[in-house]
C-alpha cells in the first residue's frame, strides 16, 4: 500500500515536473511598430520601403513573392499542421525606439531585464570569455557588442539590415546563393517578407578570435518572425556562430521561417551552433511556435568545412533540415543533432547532404528524444552524384522513448550514384531504463535529475560538439523541458 | 545506588531502542502478483553481519530490492524500520540519503554519464539531506582518490561512464567504491562476490571490511562459504521459499557449504 502511495507521489512529481509552466513566459512591454496585417506586393513594398532597401533587394523581395504565390505548403512531412493564416499576420515589427548605444546605462532598463529573466545577462555575456553578442529583439537589432575587435580583423557582423545598406556588394553577391527564393514555400515566404537578421563576413585567412553569436527572440504578439541569416566565410577562414532562442509565452500559435545561409570558400570552415527553446504550447497542445526553417550551408571551395550541430527543445511544430551541399573536393559537411520533444509537441527534423565534388565527406548524428504524447522524426537525404567520386557518409539515428504514449519514427533516403562512395546507416531505438532511475535513486538521487542525467547521457555525443558556454546551457535545457514523462 | 541503577536501565533501554537499525516484520512481497517473500522477520543491530543464504529463487534479492524500494516489488503485508522509522514509507532516493545502500548485482551501465559526475551527485545529495555544505570539487578528488585507493580502483574508470565497459570485476569493485564514498549505515551487498576472481574477491572484501564499524551494519547475500571467509558474519540465515528457515552463527555457512542446499529442502520436507 505504502509503494502505491510512493508511486502516486513520483507521478505526481513527475506531472508538475513535466507540466510546469514554460519558464520563459514573459513579454517584454517595449513599444512596437506594427504595420498592418495581411501579404500582398504592397506590403512587401512597404517592407522594402521602411527598411529603406536599394533596388536589387525590392526586386529580390518580389521575385521570391511571385515564386510563392506559385507555391502550395509542403505536406509530405510527419506532421499535423493546423491551417495557418497567412493574411492574418503582420509582416513587420520593429520596436519603435531604434537608438545607438555607447554603454548598457543607456539600454532600456526593460529590455536588460528581460535578459536577466532568461538568465543570459548582458553585463555578463560582454565579459564572457570571446562571446561577441548580437542580439535580435524581434526583427530589428538593437545592440552590437564587440564589433570593433571583430572590425580590426576585417570581420562583418551585424544586422542584416545595416549590412544592405553598409555592404551591398556583399549581400548582392551571395544572397539567395544556398537557398534560392524558390526553394520552398517557407524560404520563398521569408526571401519575400524577411525583416532583419544576421550578417557575418570573415576575410581570406582570418580566423575569428570569438564566438558569435545572437539571441533572437519573437516578442511582439501576432508577428511572424522572417529571420534571415547570411554567413560568408571566405578562403582560408574559419568561426564558430551561435544561434540561441527562447520566446515569450503565446496562446495563438505564432509562425516563424527562418532562413540561414552559410557560404565557405577553399580551405574555409564554419561552425553553426543552435539552442532552441521557443514555446512549445501548454500541456494540451494549445499554442506555440511552428518553426519551419530552412538551413543550407554550401561548400563551394576546396577542403571546406560546413557543421551544423542543433539541441531543439521547443516549439510546437518544428520542420527543418540543415543541409550541406558539399560543392567543393575534399570537402566535409556535418550534422549533429539533439530534439527533444514532450507533450503534443511534433518535430520533423534532420538533415541532408548532397555530395557534388570528389572525396567529399558527410557525418549525420541525430538523437531524437520523445516524452508525452509527442512525435518525433528523423528524414534524412544523403545524396552522391555521379562525380563525387570516393565520397563517404555517415549516419547515425538513434531515437528514446521516455513512455508508451510517445512515437519515434526514422525516414532516411539514400541515393547513390556512384561505386567508388560508400554510405553507412545505423539506427536505434531504445526505451529509458527503469533500471537506470532505479540505479541513480538508489544512490540518493532523485528521478527527475535521474532521468535528466540520463538524458544528458544520451546526447552527449552532440552536445560535446556544441561550444563551452553553449554546452551548459543545453544540459539545463533539457533537463529542465523533459524531466518527467516515464511510464 | 538505587537511583543510579534505575538511571542506568532507563538508559539501556534507550540505547537498545536506538541501537535496532533494522527490524523487519512478518514481511510478504510480490513481483507480478507472484509472491515471493512469504514473512521475513529479522532483527539488525548496528554493528552486525547478516549473511543470507539460500537456494536459487529463495527471495534473496527480492528481499533487497524491496528494502532499497525498487517499484516493481509490491509490499502485500509486514512492516520494516529503519533507524526507527518507516523504511517503506519512503522513496527509494530518501531511504539511500537515511543510510541505506544496495550494492547491485547486475550494475546497470549509464552511458555517457562520467562516473565522477556521478558519484559527486550521490554524495552532494546525501550531504545536503543531512545539512551539510556540498563538496568542493578539490575536496571532493581527495575524498574520492582516497576511497579508490581502498578497493585498488583504476583511476580512468572514473573518468568513463558509469558501468560502460567494465569488466564484471570492476562493475562490483565500483560499487563498493561507491558504497565507500557514501558512507552508509546499512550496506545490503546483493552477491557481490558473483562473477569475482578469488584477487577480486579479496579486494573487495577488504573494501567492506575497512568500512565496518560499531555504527554499521551490513546484510551479505551470497550462495558460497568462500565471501564468508573474508567477510565474516555474527549471523547467517538460510532464506528459503521466501522465509528464513534457519539462523545460527557463522558455522552455519561451513555446514550448508559441506552439506549443500539439498539438507534444507529435505528437512523442510520440500
Known sequence: MERKVAMEEQNKLLNDVTQADYKYGFVTDIETDIIEKGLNEDIIRLISKKKGEPEFMLNFRLEAFKKWEKMEMPDWAYLKIPPIDLQSISYYAAPKKQPKYESLDEVDPELLDTFNKLGIPVEEQKHLAGVAVDVVMDSVSVKTTFKETLAEKGIIFCSFSEAVKEHPELVKKYLGKAVPVSDNYFAALNSAVFSDGSFCYIPKGVRCPMELSTYFRINAANTGQFERTLIVADDDSYVSYLEGCTAPMRDENQLHAAVVEIITMDRAEVKYSTVQNWYPGNKEGVGGIYNFVTKRGVCRGVSSKISWTQVETGSAITWKYPSCILLGDNSVGEFNSVALTNNFQQADTGSKMIHIGKNTKSTIISKGISAGRSDNSYRGLVKVMPGAKNSRNFSQCDSLLLNDTCGAHTFPYIDVRNKSSVVEHEATTSKIGEDQIFYCNQRGIDTETAIGMIVNGYAKEVLNKLPMEFAVEAQKLLQLSLEGSVG | ?270
Not at chain 2, 549473511?51 to 528481499?63: R, V, Y
Not at chain 2, 524500494?69 to 509490499?75: L, S
Not at chain 2, 541505506?100 to 559526475?117: C, D, H, R, T, W
Not at chain 2, 562473477?195 to 573494501?207: F, S
Open chain 2, 1 to 270: 545506588m538505587l537511583l543510579y541503577s534505575s538511571f542506568e536501565r532507563v538508559g539501556e533501554a534507550f540505547l537498545k531502542r536506538a541501537t535496532i537499525m533494522l527490524k523487519i516484520k512478518n514481511l510478504y512481497a510480490s513481483v507480478d502478483g507472484q509472491e515471493i517473500l512469504k514473512g521475513i522477520n529479522l532483527e539488525i543491530k548496528p554493528g552486525e553481519v547478516h549473511a543470507i543464504m539460500g537456494p536459487n529463487g529463495s527471495g534473496k534479492s527480492t528481499l533487497a530490492n524491496v528494502l532499497a524500494g525498487k517499484q516493481e516489488y509490491e509490499v502485500t503485508a509486514g512492516e520494516v524500520t529503519f533507524l526507527g522509522e518507516n523504511l517503506l514509507d519512503k522513496a527509494p532516493e530518501t531511504r539511500a540519503k537515511d543510510g541505506l545502500f544496495l550494492s547491485f548485482q547486475y550494475p546497470v551501465e549509464i552511458p555517457g554519464v562520467p562516473m565522477a559526475n556521478f558519484i559527486k551527485t550521490a554524495v552532494n545529495e546525501h550531504r545536503v539531506h543531512r545539512g551539510e555544505k556540498e563538496l568542493t570539487a578539490g575536496q571532493f578528488l581527495k575524498l574520492m582518490r582516497e576511497k579508490m585507493e581502498l578497493v585498488e580502483m583504476k583511476t580512468k574508470l572514473t573518468n568513463r561512464s558509469v558501468n560502460e565497459g567494465f569488466s564484471g570485476g570492476e562493475k562490483k569493485k565500483n560499487e563498493i567504491f561507491q558504497m565507500a564514498m557514501l558512507e552508509p549505515k546499512l550496506a545490503i551487498l546483493d552477491e557481490t562476490d558473483s562473477g569475482l576472481d578469488i584477487d577480486a574477491l579479496r579486494t573487495v572484501a577488504n573494501g567492506v571490511n575497512a568500512l565496518k564499524s560499531p555504527e554499521t551494519s551490513s546484510i551479505v547475500i551470497t550462495h558460497y562459504q568462500r565471501l564468508l571467509d573474508y567477510i565474516v558474519p555474527d549471523f547467517v540465515h538460510i532464506l528459503y521459499h521466501g522465509k528464513i528457515v534457519k539462523t545460527a552463527g557463522k558455522e552455519l555457512a561451513l555446514e550448508l557449504e559441506e552439506k549443500g542446499y539439498d539438507w534444507i529442502k529435505s528437512e523442510k520436507g520440500n
